[in-house]
C-alpha cells in the first residue's frame, strides 16, 4: 500500500512539474507565454511546432532584422512609435523599431495576428490581442523608450546609468531587509554573467531585447512564492531590472 501510495506521489509531482515547465524562468520555450501552441484560443501549429510561429529553416523573410523569420513584420508605420522625451533629457531615438523590437511588435502592435505564421501569407489563425489586452502595445509613448544609442541616455544623464560592461543586477530582491543595500554606490550588489552591452542591438541600441529574453531560457527567476514571467532579465524585486540600468 505504501508503495502504491509513493508512485502515485511521484507521478503527481512529475505531472505538476510538466504543467508548469515553461511557464516557470529558464525553463524554455516550449510551454512557456511565447508558445502558441499553448496559449488559449489561438490555432495551434498542424505538426505541433513551437518555432515555427517565428523561425523556419527555409524560406525565411529576406531582411537583416530576421534571423529565419517566418512572420511579416510589422505593418504599422513607425511614426506610430514615439516618445516625448523629457526636456531635462533629450535622447535622439534612431528608429523605434530597429533590431528585435521590429519583431516583437509583428505581435505584440496586435496589427498580425498571433498565430500566423509562413512567409508565403498563408494565416494559421486570425485570432489578435484585441484592443483590451495589455499585451498589445499600438503606440509605445507609454511604455520606456527603445530605438536609443544607450551612450547618448548616458551623456544625458550623467552620473545615473551603469556603464553597460556591468552585468545584470542578480540581487538584491525585495526578500531581503530593508537598507540592506546601497543602490547608489552599489557597494553590496551582486551581478549575472549576463551584461548590459551584451543585449543592446549592435552592441549599442536599446531594444526590446534589453530587458527580456523571448526563449526564457537565461531570464531571471523570481523569489519563492511569486510566480511572475515577464521574461525579464533581472528580478521584478528590489526593482532589480530597472537598477540593472538605472542608478537611483
Not at 556603464?163 to 525585495?174: R, V
Request: charged share 15%.
Amino acid at each position: 500500500m505504501l508503495n502504491k501510495i509513493s508512485v502515485a506521489a511521484v507521478l503527481i509531482i512529475l505531472v505538476a512539474g510538466s504543467a508548469y515547465a515553461g511557464i516557470v524562468a529558464q525553463t524554455g520555450i516550449n510551454g512557456s507565454f511565447h508558445d502558441m501552441n499553448a496559449v488559449a484560443g489561438a490555432t495551434d501549429d498542424s505538426m505541433k511546432r513551437t518555432c515555427v510561429f517565428c523561425h523556419t529553416p527555409h524560406s525565411a523573410q529576406d531582411t537583416n532584422n530576421a534571423p529565419l523569420w517566418n512572420r511579416n513584420t510589422t505593418t504599422f508605420d513607425s511614426s506610430t512609435y514615439a516618445w516625448i522625451t523629457p526636456a531635462n533629457a533629450p535622447i535622439t531615438i534612431i528608429d523605434p523599431l530597429i533590431g528585435p523590437t521590429r519583431l516583437c511588435m509583428s505581435c505584440h502592435d496586435g496589427s498580425i495576428a498571433y498565430d500566423s505564421h509562413n512567409t508565403s501569407g498563408a494565416t494559421v489563425g486570425t485570432v489578435s490581442f484585441g484592443a483590451a489586452s495589455t499585451r498589445k502595445i499600438s503606440d509605445l509613448g507609454t511604455t520606456h523608450p527603445v530605438g536609443f544609442l544607450y551612450s547618448d541616455a548616458q551623456a544625458a544623464r550623467p552620473g545615473e546609468l551603469v556603464d553597460p560592461a556591468t552585468g545584470y543586477i542578480a540581487s538584491p530582491s525585495a526578500s531581503m531587509a530593508a537598507n540592506a543595500f546601497d543602490t547608489r554606490n552599489r557597494s553590496a550588489l551582486t551581478y549575472s554573467s549576463k551584461k548590459i552591452q551584451d543585449t543592446l542591438y549592435g552592441g549599442a541600441v536599446m531594444t526590446c531585447s534589453s530587458c527580456h529574453d523571448v526563449h526564457n531560457t537565461v531570464n531571471a527567476k523570481s523569489d519563492t512564492g511569486l510566480t511572475y514571467n515577464y521574461f525579464l532579465l533581472a528580478r521584478e524585486e528590489g526593482s532589480a531590472i530597472c537598477l540593472s540600468c538605472h542608478i537611483k
